[in-house]
């Protein structure tokens, strides 16, 4: 077995990022700016492995290839780069720096899942293009959880015309009631066992939107906690940051369909279930219940467990809403009409919508610490003229960072321009109560509980030990 192009650098100079949902969609875009802003902003002895999932080998190695023409452009191209790395910069010596690996992961199909964590823990991965192959994954620093499936079929247009007309173009088409949700779809317990009959009694029904955003990504998380987790405290800890969405509220959750799978818009619900997932895993009340999803007999002597964050791409036009092509281009339009009227969310393109994820994925951690950044939920903000940075986003029932903000606090913010709180906030927001926060973290412990359930579950129902 040959040894990886990484193989002289030292521990600290490796930096290991797992995407998925990297081949479509904003995933793309991740993609993309982890490789700008890791050549722009680390060591020149540094070295970037990512490692983009897809659901088959074929999409493995387009995703690489297109990834790896990115990189020979941006180091050919950039002009951060010259000016970042002095006049002695060597665009071949950036590309070296860049190892594009991939596994395959199918989001719906847990034993998919399961093996992928197997192959990333104890085997090996590989470049599906043959340039790197057979290499061993020390550590994740982070995995950034993107893919997703949106389960819309289109719009309402009395709806859109009613709330445009009451509330005007920037709150409608960045909190929208138009969207109409496909019916749920169940997934076939077959599927999720990957053609396998249950080992043990019949496991809970699981919706295909629900297990795509939150359920999967949630079960390949445990799986990869020894390759998250940490000796000691010395070490930066791994990072998980979730995907949510700007418009998700207390409106979009009932836990009488805590999946979904009978009236809820199930987008929408699997998001609100993502913020609380997120912002909540770390409080004491929680992890009366999410301990257990932190332990893993693989990681024992790693007490140190990986931080949960959260960020969204603010709105952009991706295929993911079911558009014809001249629908499409009218909501291009729309989208940056909204973003030159002043909204600090209409990202519009892929590369803009991914700065908030990518911040979280590379910002040094006494950055993050220093702004308490597991408790914010950061969206992907814009400028008129197209800046991107990111910002704190409000969330129902937690507010900016799940502290009492009152309107003197608001008057305070020392952001400067869209990167201030008031800016774009939804239209009915209110002023967080005490009353409203200690609910969010009782439905956070709800939906922790919940999914708990659901892995233990279905670990039972493919045989596997519990953990």
Wanted: include cysteine; aromatic fraction near 10%; charged fraction near 20%.
């Amino acid at each position: 077995m040959s040894s990886p192009p990484w193989a002289g650098a030292s521990n600290d100079d490796l930096y290991f990022v797992l995407l998925t949902g990297a081949n479509s969609g904003v995933g793309v875009g991740i993609g993309q700016r982890i490789i700008d802003e890791f050549l722009s902003s680390r060591p020149s002895s540094s070295h970037l492995i990512l490692i983009p999932t897809t659901r088959s080998k074929t999409k493995s190695r387009d995703t690489v290839l297109a990834l790896r023409r990115h990189v020979h452009q941006a180091a050919h191209t950039s002009k951060q780069l010259e000016t970042s790395l002095g006049p002695n910069y060597d665009p071949q010596a950036a590309i070296a720096r860049v190892h594009v690996l991939s596994v395959q992961v199918d989001l719906c199909n847990l034993r998919s899942i399961h093996a992928a964590g197997d192959q990333l823990i104890n085997g090996k991965v590989s470049d599906p293009t043959g340039v790197i192959q057979d290499v061993r994954i020390p550590r994740i620093d982070a995995a950034l959880f993107n893919a997703g499936l949106g389960g819309w079929e289109g719009l309402d247009w009395l709806e859109f015309a009613r709330q445009f007309f009451t509330l005007g173009l920037i709150q409608s088409t960045t909190f929208p009631s138009f969207k109409k949700a496909l019916p749920a779809a169940i997934l076939d317990s077959q599927k999720l066992l990957g053609g396998d009959t249950p080992k043990s009694g019949s496991p809970p029904e699981l919706a295909e939107v629900f297990c795509a955003n939150v359920f999967g990504h949630y079960v390949l998380a445990h799986d990869l906690i020894p390759l998250l987790s940490r000796a000691n405290a010395s070490e930066a800890p791994g990072r998980v940051v979730w995907t949510s969405s700007i418009d998700a509220g207390y409106e979009h959750l009932d836990f009488n369909d805590f999946q979904a799978s009978r009236y809820m818009a199930p987008y929408e619900s699997s998001k609100r279930i993502t913020d609380l997932l997120a912002l909540t895993a770390d409080l004491p009340s929680v992890q009366e219940v999410s301990a257990s999803y932190f332990i893993s007999p693989a990681a024992a002597d790693k007490p140190v467990k990986p931080r949960f964050y959260l960020s969204h791409p603010g709105i952009v036009c991706t295929p993911m809403f079911p558009l014809n092509w001249f629908l499409f281009f009218w909501y291009w339009v729309t989208m940056h009409l909204s973003r030159l009227c002043g909204s600090p969310w209409h990202t519009v393109d892929i590369y803009r919508a991914a700065c908030a994820t990518s911040w979280l994925a590379l910002a040094d951690q006494s950055t993050l610490d220093a702004v308490d950044a597991q408790h914010i939920k950061w969206g992907s903000g814009v400028t008129r003229t197209g800046y991107a940075a990111p910002k704190k986003t409000e969330v129902e029932g937690w507010g900016w960072e799940g502290r009492i903000d009152d309107a003197e606090a608001l008057k305070r913010d020392d952001a400067n321009g869209v990167l201030r709180k008031a800016v774009g906030r939804k239209w009915d927001a209110t002023t967080l109560t005490q009353e409203k926060r200690e609910e969010f973290e009782a439905d956070g412990r709800r939906c922790w509980a919940e999914l708990e359930r659901l892995r233990v579950a279905w670990e039972a129902a493919l045989g596997r030990k519990k953990t």
